[in-house]
């Protein structure tokens, strides 16, 4: 125990072979958990990518049309840099996604493609952190990290969305766990110090985006960004800069 309320993280299990990665916008994975990315591909295992949008409303001085094929270039580069080869876009519109059985069934076909034994995805509660005052988190989040933790289900049950079937993706019900990066209530963690300069370097490929949220210098930005949130659980993972997951069971 680090606390009298507070229990150590536990390490993200090591024994699987292919991860997917599903979150709402290009730079969500990247302020999340790219760290950990690098490491897993480090070790030999596969992660995907997939996005539910392109990220077109992102950028106020950016025209959407502009803004969607810039945002996915950038998107792929990052990908690269933490050894992710394959990025794939579902097209839901950035800003507006709905939670329902149409991203649903986007997402459990995307599962059904890539056969994941680990699914990743982004914090789906309406704060960021727990405690009052927390920033409130956006729509588009909340849509798709709910939505795919029921897909994970969907993906394994041949007569929610039969027409995948028909599609030839046949039922994949061998996900064996779910993560929730940047969760306010973590249980597992992944060491971000091997994958740290990875993960700047493919935050720095969001450049457009990054110099419009912001006048700092880029570079600055972000290694103060994500220094600073893998240091916050240091204490809880041995003094080890972490990337923090909630880990749910299948």
């Not at 945002?71 to 950035?94: M, N």
């Not at 927390?134 to 939505?147: E, F, I, K, S, Y």
């Not at 940047?182 to 720095?204: E, N, W, Y």
Request: one cysteine or more.
């Amino acid at each position: 125990m680090t606390g009298t309320d507070v229990t150590d993280l536990a390490e993200m299990p090591g024994d699987w072979q292919r991860a997917l990665a599903v979150v709402a916008h290009p730079d969500d994975l990247e302020y999340g958990c790219a760290a950990a990315v690098a490491g897993w591909t480090d070790a030999g295992k596969e992660v995907v990518y997939v996005l539910a949008t392109r990220g077109e409303a992102g950028i106020d001085t950016l025209a959407p049309d502009v803004c969607g094929p810039l945002r996915e270039r950038e998107q792929r580069d990052s990908a690269a840099v933490v050894g992710v080869d394959t990025v794939e876009f579902l097209d839901h519109r950035d800003g507006v996604i709905e939670y329902g059985t149409g991203l649903r069934r986007d997402i459990a076909a995307a599962i059904r493609r890539h056969r994941p034994e680990l699914v990743v995805t982004l914090n789906h509660r309406d704060t960021w952190g727990g405690g009052p005052g927390a920033p409130w988190n956006t729509p588009d989040h909340l849509a798709v990290g709910r939505a795919t933790l029921d897909a994970a289900a969907d993906a394994g049950n041949r007569w929610i969305f039969p027409e995948l079937v028909e599609q030839g993706l046949e039922p994949w019900g061998g996900v064996r766990w779910l993560a929730v990066a940047a969760s306010s209530t973590p249980t597992h963690a992944v060491d971000a110090g091997p994958g740290l300069d990875r993960a700047i370097r493919s935050l720095l490929c969001h450049r457009a985006y990054i110099e419009a949220l912001t006048d700092e210098d880029p570079e600055q930005y972000v290694r103060s960004f994500l220094g600073m949130t893998t240091s916050q659980a240091s204490a809880r993972f041995g003094g080890r800069p972490a990337v923090t997951f909630e880990l749910f069971a299948r």
